[in-house]
């Protein structure tokens, strides 16, 4: 190769476009960084918080159902809120308990919450006639 065929370039021209560069890369690994911080910091109380135990509301209850009573309940590995259900007059307890997923994983469903990222897990028992008891808990994201 010939000496005229490398392509020009005028003093200082790399040094000025790195420089730019830096200008606008560095700030923003900074801020992607922090946010990043952020965010395992909250994913990481979410998973210690021992005490944590979802709302009622949080639970996809049929509408026709009616809510009798609320508790809680802990235990070595957390906290899970009791929810005592009674069926509509037009069902029974049996067809509650299916409708909110008694079948499924042996009683067991969850659901992620975007809101709280968070994983709301609930299991449902006949307790009588007419009324299931729900528990409920944030389950493990992660696995």
Do not use: N
């Not at 021992?50 to 906290?79: I, W, Y």
């Not at 897990?121 to 528990?135: F, N, P, T």
């Amino acid at each position: 190769m010939s000496a005229e065929s490398w392509p020009v370039q005028t003093k200082g021209a790399g040094k000025r476009s790195g420089r730019r560069l830096r200008r606008f890369l560095v700030p923003a690994l900074v801020v992607a960084g922090v946010v990043g911080a952020v965010v395992l910091s909250v994913l990481a109380w979410r998973m210690m918080d021992e005490g944590a135990m979802p709302e009622v509301a949080q639970v996809p209850l049929p509408e026709s159902a009616t809510v009798m009573a609320t508790g809680k309940q802990c235990g070595s590995g957390g906290c899970w809120r009791t929810i005592s259900v009674a069926a509509p007059s037009s069902s029974t307890a049996e067809e509650l308990a299916e409708a909110m997923g008694r079948s499924a994983d042996h009683g067991e469903r969850c659901l992620f919450r975007v809101p709280e990222f968070r994983e709301v897990c609930w299991s449902v028992k006949v307790e009588s006639e007419r009324s299931v008891a729900l528990e409920a808990w944030y389950g493990d994201v992660f696995g």
